[in-house]
């Protein structure tokens, strides 16, 4: 599933690409996703020039003369950009032709993926409204979390996964934020001291910006080859790593499932 350091990747890949330029159509092969696609999408979307590129949570937000358009790429799904005219397979779904020869490709296997259109302001939107904030802002601070906390009784990986709270943090960001800063993923979120929540929130920064360093990377190669993605594997200290050492202390990982999700920590250096 594309997390929020490939979804930022995505963006930042998109810009050169996009930036200026003009939509002169567009092509749905396929309406229904997560939501079926507006009738009026195709009309809405010609003509208008693309003027930005940004990201709130997992949503990427193309902002154009007239109105944004909200793209989600669910589980499975991917924005490329290919030349104009080239042979679209099976699950390319959405073409929005540029006039600079360029066109912006919607590919999706699973279709839970999500593609929207607003005039109004696109952070207003219902999809958007009540996200948490971003993590990678200075909002995001260690009393932000630790302030959260206080009132609640639940596992401190399910609250980091909470979007309410704070969005973008996936199941493996979650795991290594929470292996470096030695917290066990299903210790309570109210039994956590404030300078735990500071090395906490610094540690998800420093993660997620090493991970939006090397998702860009394969991400620009992946917009000229058409190649899959590579993410953050490499770096990965807990996460798929169950029953294998910890690269600090030796002891085996330990795997569980917290919230239906695959959750691994050393039940040494996590407490
Ligand atoms: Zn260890």
Redesign the pocket.
């Known amino acids: 599933m594309p997390e929020l350091p490939e979804i930022e990747a995505t963006c930042q890949g998109l810009v050169p690409y996009v930036m200026g330029q003009q939509i002169s159509d567009v092509i749905i092969r396929c309406w229904q996703l997560r939501w079926t696609i507006s009738v009026n999408l195709v009309k809405l979307l010609r003509g208008q020039n693309i003027q930005g590129v940004n990201r709130r949570a997992k949503y990427i937000l193309i902002s154009c003369s007239n109105g944004t358009l909200i793209i989600h790429l669910g589980m499975t799904g991917r924005l490329n950009v290919v030349p104009n005219n080239t042979l679209s397979a099976k699950h390319d779904h959405v073409d929005i032709i540029l006039s600079n020869g360029k066109t912006i490709r919607y590919t999706d296997s699973r279709r839970f993926g999500s593609i929207h259109w607003t005039a109004a302001d696109p952070y207003k939107h219902r999809l958007l409204l009540n996200l948490g904030i971003e993590p990678l802002t200075k909002e995001f601070t260690g009393n932000y979390l630790f302030n959260k906390a206080i009132k609640k009784n639940i596992p401190i990986k399910s609250f980091l996964m909470d979007a309410t709270i704070v969005v973008g943090i996936g199941n493996i960001y979650a795991n290594e934020a929470l292996f470096a800063s030695k917290i066990k993923p299903h210790r309570l979120v109210n039994t956590i001291k404030l300078e735990k929540y500071n090395n906490l929130a610094k540690n998800i920064q420093i993660i997620l910006k090493k991970s939006i360093h090397k998702g860009g990377t394969t991400v620009r190669d992946f917009l000229n080859v058409g190649g899959e993605p590579g993410y953050f594997v490499q770096e990965l200290k807990v996460y798929g790593r169950q029953g294998k050492p910890?690269f600090?202390?030796?002891?085996l990982l330990k795997g569980m499932r917290l919230n239906q999700r695959l959750t691994v920590y050393?039940p040494?250096?996590q407490h």
């Open positions: 910890c600090k202390c030796n002891t050393c040494k250096c």
